[in-house]
């Protein structure tokens, strides 16, 4: 071992001894802690559609789009998914992560100020770290402590306030119309991260911001919204809706996009028959919440902590690392994929249950006899 191994070997001590070691397992049991919520990943229709794509435009796109990468699949794609979710256009990428952090990136300097949820997703954090932009956490969906920085902040500095809509640990929904008010207010950039809320919320299952857009405020006062094709769609990939100004703009300026392979054109062909699929799946949206509220309602009666969860994800929050730990596991030996999730990950360790399409009542009920 040499000298940079021995180090990383400490490190990695250091990790297991605070409890904080992970290690792959593979899936198995019943699945309550995927994003597949509506089970698409294995809809024949999407992997038929999915091979036909490879029949059609081969496997790699070969280099970036804008080099010989790009395909007329992409732009047909993005025209769909925007026409789904309400937005001028769309811009299609590899992955939620790339979109976040490109996107961040790409609209932020030194003199930028970003507002940001205490909870955001890693490659928002990320974003803004490599962007050089001062960052400014407001807790967590807290508007009053938001407007007290944003009052506070010079007002001449461009500024941008970032926050999922379904947050993806404690499956809470932001309060997007308020956060809609006070972009406007502060003559601020606003953008929004509906990885989780797409396909279970919305009219359609087009996400949160379709769900309160009657409301005070109308969908171009987002910015940016942020979609992905790993969760509720079942493939991968990512969307950024906006307008087509802002897409040119990040075209010519976005490095995750730019400097990177374009995806595979049968993943966005494949994208097609998810969104046709998703929009139709209104009955499995109403069974995925009321099993969701189900669980919260016994979790709660069992005196255990669920945090304002108010979607599929739904968290069991129980401390300690450990006894996080040991409860997955005694789930996992019932028959659950359940998973725990810890520090970093979140401050206070707990279960993640994610509902999905294919979640019984009869599963609900199982996992609260066994957790009693
Ligand atoms: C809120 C949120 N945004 C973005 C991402 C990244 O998306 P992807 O998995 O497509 O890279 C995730 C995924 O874990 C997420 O939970």
């Known amino acids: 071992m040499n000298s940079f191994e021995s180090f990383i070997q400490k490190e990695l001590d250091a990790i297991k001894r605070k409890n904080r070691y992970r290690s792959l397992r ?4 019943i699945d309550l802690s995927s994003n597949d919520y509506l089970c698409l990943s294995k809809n024949p229709k999407v992997i038929s559609a ?4 490879l029949d059609i435009y081969g496997a790699g796109s070969g280099a970036s789009r804008l080099i010989r990468g790009h395909r007329d699949i992409f732009e047909r794609v993005e025209s769909k998914f925007a026409a789904w979710v309400g937005s001028e256009t769309s811009l299609f990428l590899s992955n939620g992560f790339a979109a976040n952090l490109g996107l961040v990136d790409a609209l932020s300097d030194q003199r930028t100020i970003i507002f940001t949820d205490r909870l955001n997703h890693a490659s928002i954090l990320d974003g803004i770290r490599i962007s050089g932009a001062v960052k400014k956490y407001y807790n967590h969906r807290d508007i009053n402590h938001l407007r ?15 926050s999922e809509t379904v947050f993806s640990m404690d499956g809470d929904l932001a309060f997007v119309a308020e956060l809609t008010q006070l972009k406007k207010e502060f003559d601020a950039c606003l953008i929004l ?16 911001a379709r769900m309160t857009s009657s409301a005070n405020f109308i969908l171009s006062d987002i910015d940016f919204r942020v979609y992905t094709g790993g969760k509720s769609l079942g493939l ?6 906006c307008s087509d100004t802002y897409k040119e703009y990040l075209i010519n300026t976005m490095r995750t996009f730019i400097f990177s392979t374009a995806p595979m054109p049968a993943i966005a062909f494949a994208l097609q028959a998810s969104i046709d699929l998703a929009k139709q799946m209104e009955q499995e949206r109403i069974q995925i919440l009321e099993n969701a509220n189900l669980l919260r309602n016994g979790l709660r009666e069992l005196g255990l902590e669920t945090l304002h969860s108010k979607s599929q994800i739904v968290p069991v929050v129980l401390y300690d690392e450990e006894k996080a730990l040991e409860t997955a596991r005694l789930l996992q030996e019932k028959g659950f994929d359940i998973r725990a999730i810890r520090p970093p990950t979140v401050k206070e360790s707990r279960l993640r249950i994610s509902i999905n399409a294919n979640t019984s009542r009869e599963d609900v009920l199982k996992v609260l006899d066994c957790l009693k």
């Open 50 to 53: 999915l091979k036909e794509g």
């Open 236 to 241: 991968e990939g990512a969307f950024i809706a």
């Open 26 to 29: 593979l899936p198995s049991g």
């Open 193 to 208: 991260d509906e990885a989780h809320a797409l396909g279970v919320f919305g009219e359609k299952g087009a996400g949160v």
């Open 148 to 162: 007290e920085l944003l009052q506070k902040s010079d007002s001449k500095s461009r500024k941008i306030i970032v």
